[in-house]
Structure formats: C-alpha cells, structure tokens
C-alpha cells in the first residue's frame, strides 16, 4: 500500500516526493519492517517447498547440488507436515520424484539433539537403501534408534544408511 | 556488576512507589494478592552487613544460574530455595567449571545410541541461559565442514562431565552471529588439549574479530551493535534504519534494569543461604584452575 502512495506521488515534483520518502521511512520503522513485511525470524522448519541439501555422494545428488538446483521437498511421510530429524520426505530432484531420510535439521532442537547448518538428506530407494555409498558429513546417534524402529522385516530396511556414514555426533 | 549503585537506588524508588501505592490503593491491592493462584514466600532482606561484604564479588558472573528469573510471575520462592538446593547437590557429584560465552568446552553425555554408550562434543560456547535447575548452554563447532550445534541442560543426570578446554571471554554477550561467519571461526579440534591458565589470574578476553559472510543472515547484525565482527560491509541505507531502530535512552532506564535484575539485598540473602557450601565450590573452581596450570610442568 506505501509503495502504491509512493508511485502515485511520484510526478508531483521532488518536494512533495522528499516529504513522503520520510514519512514512508518512519511509519516504516515503527511498522518495523524492512525488506518485506516479516518482522519475526523465520523457524527454518522443513515443509513443503523447502530446499533440501543432499550429502551422500550418489551422481544424482551430487550432479543436482553442483548445478545448483537443490532438491525441493515435496511430501513429508508423517502426520505433522513438518520434518525432523529421521522422518521420510519426498523430493523433487532434476525433475524426478525421489524419497531421501533427513539426517539434519536447521530449525531450534531440543537439548542433546543436534541444531545443524543446513536441512541435509540421504536419498533413498523404494527399499530404503541409500543410493549413494559414503556421506561424508556427521550424522546424529539417534538416527540409529530412529531408523532402526522404521525398518520392518519385510518391508523398507532404512539401516543401510547407518552403515554409510562416517561420523556420528 | 555494572550499575549496582543505581540497581539499589531504583529498588528503594520502588519500595517508596510501592508504600504509596499500597496507601492510594488499599485494600485493593490485598484483594489482588489474596487471589493469585501462586503464593510466592515473603522476602526479609538480610540486614547483616557481614554477611553482604562475606559474599565473592564475582559469584553472580561466575553463577548466574543461582539467580532466579526476576519476572515476578514466575517467582515462587520456595520453588527457587529447593532448585538450589538440588543444584548444589548435583554439582557435589558432578563439578561444573567456571565458563563464560566464547569458553571452548567439552561435554560427555550418557547416550544409548552412540559407540561406547557416552558421546563427547568439543565446541565454543555461544548462548547460555535459564537460571536453576532449567540452566543450560549451546555449544558450536564445525566438524566436516558441517556447521553443529548442541544445546545442554547443565544439570541434566545425561550430563556425565564438563571440561572447559579454553577459559576465555568474548567481546559481546551472544555469539549467535557465529552461524553467519566464516566456517573457520567456529571450527576447533575434537582431541584439543586444556590450555593452560595462571592461578588467580584473570579470565582473559580474546579480542578477536570475526568476518562475516555475505547477506543474507539469520539476523540484522547491524543492528546488534556488535563488538567482535569486523566491518559489516553494508550499504549506507543498512546503517541509516539501524539507527532508527536504536534506544540509546535505555540505559538510563532505572525501572527497565530494576524488572531485569535481582534486587543486591536478595542477591546477598541467595548467595548467604548456600554460603556453607563455598568451600565446594571454590575448591571447584581452584581445582579446576590448577589442573590447567599441571600440564605445563610436566
């Protein structure tokens, strides 16, 4: 709506357009807003349409992070509509559909859970066996419990990625 | 520490503000304070100058998770004597160093999941807070090139031991900027070694200043007024609504500081009712100091 005022006044010589420039500024700083209306810190939560950043060294994961076009998530397999740390999401990667395990979350953890840089996966088959050989970042310990209870004997084995991993925090 | 002469002069403009209050209002006031839900025990200052002069100097930097939050809401004073006393109790088993923001620390915790069934993380200390038994700390560190933080429970029983690596202060209160800077300002060794640190010698502070990364940030670190970052880098147009947003008349704020503070008298009535143990903790504390001086010699 300010910036709708500002174009309107704009050919109305530069006086006027100065006075408004101020006022614009002020009501702007007591709005609080700067670039855009958010004034609150975003929560980094995963949803739909997040960025995601894969880890593991498959040539699918790898060749989409190289060309900069991160894999988007498209579906979390739980009820919440949020991933944490060890659910299963869908994503959209060089335009195929591919489900990956988060191995790390940005957004506030809990105490004992770690708080990552960046929203990191796996990607995984239909099997849950990961389709990269090494992840050459630290994965947390709790994954272990956590993928272990979503294995079923005769169903998905997600477990093969703890195998993968090199370091556990 | 800083503005404790003005702190007890806004307490007894507070106690004047309250008597008159009381007269104006009556029994009105009563009404209100018969019907909270919490009954918070009456506060009787300690009138012992002794024991006021008795108590360190430096226990409220060094403890400050034995202050309790001073929202009166939340207050409830036996709630805050018992949580003491567990903490004491706690630390009898475990000792908790001395630590500051910017301290490098190493935590190991009890953790079914890993190798070993303990797991250890050496990192900076960036945010401590929450005061009693609730008190925790985050600690930071870059391993593979990965960004991680952990955030502990200090009196959490998970909690098997705490080593502090680097005793040392920073320039600012919060660290938190360290995720926008460069990976190498937060990366430290997991197998460092305790440096070594003079008995009695001040907790020095390190000066350094760090280089951010380009925007976009987690935050408007602008205007933060930060000490430890370097030159920002920023259009003129970042510095100019950082000064719009600044409150420089909030430091003569007396009632400000007064709502955010421990009144000194119950400080001292806080730190005299765990006064039969300061041997414990001093003896900590001294131990802990004398441990990194002992490598050197060997």
């Known amino acids: ?169 | 520490m800083v503005g404790v002469g003005a702190r007890s002069g806004a307490a007894r403009l507070f106690g004047v503000l309250q008597g008159l209050c009381r007269e104006t209002w009556g029994c009105q006031a009563r009404g209100v304070a018969t019907r909270a839900s919490t009954r918070v025990l009456p506060f009787i200052p300690t009138q012992d100058p002794d024991v006021i002069r008795k108590v360190p100097h430096d226990f409220r930097v060094v403890y400050p998770e034995f202050l309790p939050n001073p929202v009166p809401e939340w207050r409830n004073r036996l709630r805050e004597k018992i949580e003491r006393k567990d903490m004491l109790a706690r630390r009898s088993n475990m000792p908790i160093p001395e630590f500051y923001i910017g301290s490098i620390m190493a935590v190991t915790v009890a953790d079914p999941n890993a190798a070993g069934k303990t797991n250890r993380f050496v990192g900076i200390c960036i945010q401590r807070g929450d005061s009693g038994l609730r008190a925790w700390f985050s600690l930071r560190n870059v391993i593979d090139h990965q960004g991680l933080e952990i955030k502990y429970e200090m009196y959490s029983p998970l909690v098997q031991n705490i080593e502090v690596l680097r005793l040392e202060k920073r320039l600012d209160d919060e660290l938190l900027y360290l995720r926008d800077a460069l990976p190498i300002y937060s990366t430290f060794p997991s197998d460092m070694e305790t440096e070594i640190l003079q008995e009695g010698a001040p907790v020095p502070v390190n000066p350094i200043k760090v280089q951010l990364k380009p925007r976009p940030w987690h935050e408007r670190w602008e205007r933060k007024n930060l000490q430890g970052v370097r030159d920002l880098g920023l259009p003129e147009r970042f510095y100019k609504k950082a000064k719009l947003h600044e409150k420089p008349w909030e430091k003569y704020d007396l009632m400000k500081e007064y709502r955010a503070t421990i009144p000194e008298e119950e400080q001292a009535d806080i730190f005299r009712e765990i006064s039969s143990h300061y041997p414990l903790l001093e003896s900590t504390r001294r131990r802990g100091k004398r441990k990194r001086v002992l490598p050197s010699l060997s």
């Open chain 1, 1 to 169: 709506m300010i910036s709708c005022a500002r174009t309107r006044y704009h050919n109305n010589g530069d006086e006027k357009r100065e006075l408004l420039s101020s006022e614009v500024t002020k009501v702007w700083s007591r709005v609080g807003g700067g670039s855009g209306l958010h004034t609150s810190a975003p929560r980094q939560e995963i949803r739909k349409m997040a960025r995601l950043r894969v880890v593991d060294n498959s040539a699918l994961g790898k060749s989409a992070m190289l060309e900069g076009r991160p894999p988007k998530c498209i579906h979390i397999y739980n009820k919440r509509g949020v991933g944490f740390t060890g659910d299963k999401v869908l994503v959209a990667i060089k335009g195929q559909k591919k489900q990956a395990i988060l191995t790390g979350c940005h957004q506030d953890q809990k105490p004992l859970v770690p708080k990552f840089d960046s929203n990191n996966i796996v990607l995984i088959d239909e099997t849950g066996s990961p389709l990269g050989t090494r992840i050459h970042v630290p994965i947390p310990t709790m994954l272990r419990k956590k993928l272990t209870d979503m294995s079923r004997p005769k169903g998905a084995d997600y477990t093969k990625i703890l195998a993968i991993a090199t370091r556990f925090i």
